[in-house]
């Protein structure tokens, strides 16, 4: 019999060896925004930049709280499908992430769908899931693959579907300094692959 999943097989969360690293204490964070401070010609010590230090070290905290979140826990608690057997599409997501390349913010929207098996989620689930990965240091590609694999990984649907718009300040605010430009990225596991699910999605997704 042909596995669903052939085409596209799930991928290791490259996140998961982060707990594995001795974490800098906030003392140490905020001597390292005083650098950069520095750096960038200014002098932390003075009036207006003397609290940025922490203010930078909690607005981190917040922006990457996504390491502290385990998608297994969000999406464990599960409900009958109850008869139900076309797709669940939650669409609009809203999503701010931060680039890893120049820590500059990423934000757009985020669509999951999925086509359930024997169980359901609470749709506040998919929102947090796409949280969770977006509050992290990120690549749009590799966000869209870690939502998805994440959700057929745990809730084990018999398809799943993501696509992310977004933009990013790491073209806008500087190097080729393109506005208005949107990136779009996708991923589509189990029957979502084929006909006449794919059809189906795609056309769900740009309604």
Not at 16 to 22: C, K, Q, R, S
Not at 163 to 191: D, F, K, N, W
């Amino acid at each position: 019999m042909l596995n669903p999943l052939a085409a596209a097989p799930l991928v290791a969360d490259v996140h998961d060896t982060v707990a594995e690293m001795p974490r800098p204490s906030r003392a140490e964070a905020e001597a390292a925004v005083r650098t950069l401070i520095r750096w960038a010609g200014d002098d932390p010590l003075r009036a207006g930049l003397h609290d940025t230090p922490a203010r930078v070290a909690r607005a981190y905290e917040e922006w990457c709280g996504g390491y502290a979140q385990d998608p297994a826990r969000i999406l464990g608690r599960r409900f009958e499908r109850s008869g139900y057997d076309d797709i669940v599409l939650l669409r609009d997501i809203p999503l701010h992430s931060t680039c890893e390349h120049h820590m500059a913010p990423i934000s757009g929207v985020a669509h999951v769908a999925y086509l359930p098996g024997e169980h359901v989620v609470g749709l506040s689930k998919l929102a947090r899931l796409v949280d969770a990965y977006a509050r992290r240091l990120q690549i749009q590609e590799r966000l869209t693959v870690e939502i998805a694999d994440a959700l057929q990984r745990e809730l084990q649907p018999r398809g799943v579907a993501v696509a992310i718009r977004a933009s990013h300040a790491c073209m806008t605010s500087r190097g080729v300094h393109v506005h208005g430009s949107a990136m779009l990225t996708r991923r589509l596991l189990g029957a979502f692959e084929r006909e006449p699910w794919r059809s189906d999605i795609l056309a769900a997704l740009s309604a």
